[in-house]
């Protein structure tokens, strides 16, 4: 495999429910981002690991948790959320922080009831 | 604050020229990418700018000018394909991507 890949794709939850987005790459890459994509807004990033440690949280809710257990591996646990945070949730990984281009997952499109 | 402006849709036709433009006010500047972005599928980076002029790549160019604070993709012999969202953004002084909502470029027959 190659690239970056999320699962699942799509997702479907009510607000008291819990589940979580996977994303893995396999470009031996050491900064992974995740990002919310809203319709026709700009890309709102939320959450960045490198080397495995979080240096940033975009001022995220505590609704959504990160999860990192090693370069290759991303999980965002989701819990109580609102019909507003239904949105395409992407992935992304890249060289080093901050540098070089993103390479993007396909994302999971969230749906929240 | 900073910001990022591209239009919001654009229509060309097939076999023809665009030039999507994008604008930009950030703290800095340390390079401005241009993503392509089909329907339901992931941002895939099409080209980087950091230095004045125009970069070109095939079929796609891409141009600079930092003190007009502006920046555009032009996309010629346009194909169906080429339908997509054109995703502009801008790393700033602290290295922090800023990104425009994206430009849906339609072509027509």
């Known amino acids: 495999e190659t690239g970056v890949t999320q699962t699942p794709r799509h997702l479907v939850m009510g607000m008291t429910n819990k589940k979580s987005l996977k994303c893995e790459q396999h470009?031996?890459?050491?900064?992974m981002y995740w990002y919310k994509q809203s319709a026709k807004k700009p890309l709102e990033l939320m959450f960045v690991?490198?080397?495995?440690?979080?240096?940033e949280n975009n001022s995220v809710p505590s609704r959504f948790s990160p999860e990192c257990p090693n370069s290759s591996h991303l999980f965002l646990h989701l819990h109580t959320l609102q019909p507003e945070d239904s949105a395409l949730y992407l992935c992304a990984s890249s060289q080093g922080q901050d540098t070089g281009e993103l390479f993007f997952g396909e994302g999971s499109r969230l749906t929240v009831l | 604050g900073q910001n990022i402006d591209q239009p919001t849709e654009m229509t060309a036709t097939e076999g023809a020229i665009v030039q999507i433009n994008c604008t930009y006010q950030?703290?800095?500047?340390?390079?401005l990418f241009w993503y392509q972005q089909h329907a339901g599928e992931a941002p895939t980076f099409l080209s980087y700018n950091v230095l004045d002029g125009l970069e070109e790549k095939g079929r796609f160019s891409s141009f600079l000018s930092r003190s007009k604070g502006y920046s555009y993709l032009l996309l010629k012999e346009l194909q169906m394909k080429d339908s997509a969202s054109y995703l502009c953004?801008?790393?700033?002084?602290?290295?922090?991507?800023?990104w425009g909502a994206g430009t849906k470029l339609i072509i027509k027959p």
């Open positions: 470009l031996g890459h050491n900064a």
């Open positions: 953004a801008v790393r700033d002084s602290n290295y922090q991507l800023i």
């Open positions: 690991y490198n080397f495995k440690e979080q240096t």
């Open positions: 950030t703290s800095g500047f340390n390079g």
